[in-house]
């Protein structure tokens, strides 16, 4: 069954309708480009059709994007040459595209049909990249509708036209948002921009799109009629050259060259832009299949499409009955428990936010306030959505408030006393259905469990802060959560639109785990006498978004005390951060805590802005006269976060490596361009990193010793995906 429909209506208008079957929303596959193309061929061939509009079936959107797994079977079907696969996979893609921009025009641009895209909603990647290659665009005036390429995002490009035709029809400099920040914009905006020519109301859209067609237009490109001058001039032009000389600038210092989708893009639009078209088209799609060819671009996809988009599926979750939230209660109203509250009540959930005192409890409901003041100042949202978002949330100190909860999220102070106390009277209230998390980043389920008169009833929730801009929400299972805790947590995640990943119940769980051994190492090397300026730089150039030093000042140092205080009591002899807690509690006893002192790692002016490093730190840890390797600090780096995700695998505290994959780029940002730390083991080879931890551990101690798991995989030759992918664990 084809996922286009075609029909010619009485005035010779052909309307090719778009309508993936099983979908929400239309993702194009190989199939459907060639069924695309058929229907083009009849109606240019059909001298009764005056025109063709191309739109969707789907009410609210046009199409979605590509099916990835076309790319896959390309490099599949092509066997020894995946190179010359892809290749020909795009170019024949091309070739159905530029069909459709040409709308059977001959070489002097004479004849032809005009083909309209009509997009009654959001056009993402080759969703938009078809309207491109229309003549005229018109999308319905429909404010939640997102329009644009953000393909960079999942460490890709532009490849089916996109970066080609946008860079002609706006210049490289106004297209440079959409193509390397994958920028998306609602019909409204994309109109400004000059994405799309004409928005219209939604029942005027097909209407709209006939008139277009039957005025008689002149339709050809402005790049395919003699004489055309690149908006803001070509590379050889001197407003152009310099445009392509900032681009390449901007690109490598935010990229710091790790990631390759971006240096492909600006090297397929400037080379493209000295070009006839045919000629750019080849050249992108060459870069593109460059692109696709290197490892992290694969492992890009993979974890931030593929994995991710299953478990927001529920690619893991027990097979329960529909465990949707009705009513949340969010004891404690800080600045989690207040992030809570904002993130639920946006997902239309009902929400009783609970804190010691009604002035608390007010503060808290506040900064969902603020929060959709500041949304509604950016024109993102109404003071109607405010009143909505607002009249759910229910702030006060009366517990019994909580009665009808379906799930209680715990937010409030670290202490495990506290929350004990809080749990019992709770669950005093509450019904025996209610599910009840605790939103802890360090203290052990299974340990608050006890609190609980029932234990498969209770679970983790960790959110990370600021809980509204954070993607990911770690789910711990103590010893005693049952499936329906599970399931109700994953429901629960779906509903406020974050990425869940469930991990069983250890010391700093997930996240946590992999975090603190980056900071201490980054810490640790000060009191080598490493120079902090390159710790700092050798984790930025490696893709880490913060240096550990940095990372440290934000979440603060007194914190980082806490935490080893903790630690140290529970592991005893075995604590192996003495080195770091030298620099750490010196640091916490100079009142030097970090950027809310406006002094830590950093130095800081009196609007809280880094001035730089703080020199102070030389003076009590000396620069040791040699200095380490680039790629040696940023291996300490990395493996130190790496293998803590191996030994969480290997411990069963991870039962998925996607979810070590998508849980380390969105939690912490683990090095985006890798794919994450199991993917970045594949990249580098196991063997190699077994042999390369060997050497570290015999220089800097026990940290870096290879894990068992990992040494096995290096002697099978394997790779973690290989080995422990979703297939295999099926198979299992």
């Not at 997009?119 to 429909?142: K, Q, R, V």
């Not at 100190?397 to 009665?403: P, R």
Request: net charge negative; aromatic share 8%; hydrophobic share 45%.
């Amino acid at each position: 069954m084809s996922d286009f429909k075609y029909e010619v209506d009485a005035d010779g208008v052909a309307v090719i309708t778009w309508d993936t079957a099983g979908k929400s929303m239309n993702v194009m596959n190989e199939q459907g480009f060639y069924d695309l193309e058929a229907f083009i061929d009849q109606a240019l061939a059909d001298e009764a059709v005056k025109g063709v509009i191309i739109t969707s079936g789907k009410p609210g959107s046009f199409a979605g994007g590509m099916d990835l797994n076309i790319i896959a079977k390309m490099k599949e079907l092509a066997g020894d040459s995946p190179e010359q696969g892809l290749l020909d996979g795009l170019m024949r893609m091309h070739g159905i595209l530029r069909k459709i921009e040409r709308g059977g025009m001959d070489d002097k641009n004479k004849g032809g049909k005009p083909i309209v895209a009509a997009l009654p909603g959001t056009a993402l990647g080759i969703g938009f990249e078809i309207p491109l290659s229309c003549h005229y665009i018109i999308a319905a005036d429909n404010p939640k509708a997102k329009i644009g390429l953000p393909e960079i995002m999942v460490g890709i490009f532009p490849g089916m036209g996109g970066t080609t035709r946008l860079v002609r029809k706006m210049g490289a400099m106004a297209a440079s948002p959409f193509l390397l920040q994958g920028k998306l914009s609602n019909p409204a905006k994309a109109k400004v921009a000059g994405l799309i020519d004409e928005v219209v109301a939604p029942e005027a859209l097909m209407e709209r799109a006939k008139e277009y067609i039957l005025s008689s237009p002149k339709f050809v490109k402005p790049w395919d009629e003699k004489g055309y001058k690149m908006p803001g001039g070509a590379p050889y032009h001197p407003a152009g050259f310099m445009t392509y000389v900032g681009a390449s600038a901007m690109v490598n210092g935010n990229t710091m060259g790790v990631y390759p989708a971006a240096k492909a893009l600006l090297s397929a639009a400037y080379e493209g832009a000295l070009v006839p078209f045919d000629t750019a088209i080849k050249i992108e799609a060459r870069w593109f299949t460059h692109v696709l060819m290197n490892p992290s671009s694969s492992a890009m996809i993979r974890s931030l499409f593929i994995n991710k988009e299953a478990l927001e599926k529920g690619a893991n979750r027990p097979a329960v009955d529909d465990q949707t939230v009705k009513k949340v209660g969010v004891l404690g109203a800080g600045m989690m428990g207040a992030g809570i509250a904002l993130v639920s009540a946006q997902a239309g959930i009902e929400v009783v936010l609970i804190d010691q005192s009604q002035e608390a409890a007010d503060r808290g409901k506040a900064y969902s306030e603020t929060y959709m003041d500041k949304g509604i100042a950016r024109k993102k949202a109404t003071p109607e959505k405010k009143e909505q978002v607002l009249s759910r949330i229910t702030a006060t100190t009366d517990l019994e408030a909580l009665k009808g909860a379906d799930l209680i999220v715990e937010a409030v102070f670290e202490d495990l006393g506290v929350k004990a106390e809080i749990t019992k009277k709770v669950e005093a209230i509450v019904g025996e259905d209610c599910i009840f998390a605790s939103n802890t980043s360090t203290l052990p389920i299974t340990e608050l469990a006890k609190a609980s008169a029932r234990p498969e009833k209770f679970i983790g929730i960790h959110f990370f802060s600021p809980v509204e801009k954070m993607m990911l929400v770690e789910i711990i299972k103590g010893k005693g959560t049952g499936d329906v805790a599970v399931a109700k947590a994953l429901d629960y995640v779906r509903q406020i639109k974050k990425t869940p990943i469930v991990v069983n119940d250890a010391r700093f769980f997930y996240a946590n785990r992999c975090i603190i051994p980056y900071i201490n190492e980054g810490i640790r090397m000060v009191k080598e006498g490493i120079a902090p300026a390159l710790i700092e730089n050798a984790a930025k150039m490696v893709g880490m978004p913060l240096g550990p030093l940095q990372l440290v000042d934000e979440t603060s140092i007194d914190l980082g005390v806490k935490i080893a205080k903790a630690t140290r009591a529970a592991m005893g002899d075995a604590y192996p951060d003495g080195e770091v807690d030298e620099v750490v509690f010196w640091m916490a006893e100079e009142g030097r805590l970090g950027r809310k002192t406006s002094a830590g790692f950093y130095g800081y002016d009196e609007k809280g802005k880094r001035t730089g490093l703080w020199d102070g730190l030389a003076a009590k840890f000396p620069r040791a006269d040699e200095q380490p390797e680039l790629q040696e600090v940023q291996e300490r780096l990395l493996f130190v976060q790496v293998l803590e995700a191996v030994r969480a695998l290997e411990e069963g505290v991870l039962e998925d490596i996607r979810e070590g994959d998508v849980g380390a780029i969105l939690g912490w940002g683990f090095a985006p361009w890798s794919g994450g730390p199991f993917s970045w083991l594949d990249i580098i080879g196991a063997d190699y990193a077994a042999e390369r931890c060997d050497q570290l551990a015999d220089v800097h101690g026990a940290r870096f010793a290879t894990p068992d798991l990992l040494r096995k995989v290096a002697e099978e030759g394997a790779t973690f995906y290989e080995r422990f992918g979703p297939e295999q664990a099926k198979a299992a």
